[in-house]
């Protein structure tokens, strides 16, 4: 899966005259060490934008699947693609604006801008689904609901719901899964970063 990734952001980049620059993938259980502090498995997957590496706890994915019922192959690969939809996002200067501006916010607006920069991840992820889907022969029928379903699974209103029986909107910082699902599909039937703009 991370081939194709890469191989479908260099083809877009290279399309806009600009230069994809792979991620590195860094498999881990428990802790890792990371240029933005400690990753922990309870934060699951996650992108460092100062070593430009994707960092996947392989405990998440069973989680994924046992505990959030995302099964399949697909569900596995649209989480890799968001991530580096964060590396997408930091190649296109998208990560540093973000950065520059949620010091000046409170905390219920630096959430918003935060859910807004992981729905367009989101989507990043649906755009290689689709340049996959016409490309490649990784991807079989039925993967695109098994991507969907995983990104209903993982919205924070259903996490807040599972961990606390009650939904708090104004703490959110992934999206809804209706938010999830809706960005993830748009990349997914247009397959144009373009029609990825969550701003």
Not at 107 to 118: G, H, Q, W, Y
């Amino acid at each position: 899966s991370l081939a194709s990734m890469e191989d479908t952001w260099i083809r877009l980049f290279s399309q806009n005259g600009g230069r994809y620059d792979e991620p590195k993938l860094v498999l881990y259980e428990g802790v890792v060490d990371s240029a933005c502090g400690m990753g922990q498995s309870a934060m699951g997957p996650f992108y460092c934008p100062g070593d430009r590496k994707i960092y996947l706890d392989l405990s998440f994915f069973r989680e994924l699947e046992q505990r959030f019922g995302a099964a399949g192959d697909f569900g596995a690969a649209y989480v890799i693609a968001h991530e580096v939809g964060h590396h997408v996002q930091n190649l296109l200067g998208v990560s540093e604006k973000v950065r520059r501006t949620r010091g000046a916010l409170s905390e219920k607006d630096a959430n918003a801008l935060s859910v807004r920069v992981e729905l367009q991840a989101d989507c990043f992820a649906g755009v290689w689904g689709h340049h996959a889907g016409k490309t490649s022969q990784i991807i079989e029928p039925g993967d695109f609901e098994e991507g969907l379903a995983a990104a209903s699974a993982i919205g924070d209103d259903r996490l807040q719901h599972m961990a606390a029986g009650r939904v708090q909107p104004e703490s959110w910082t992934h999206g809804s899964s209706d938010q999830r699902t809706l960005w993830l599909r748009k990349g997914l039937q247009s397959g144009d970063p373009n029609a990825c703009d969550t701003f």
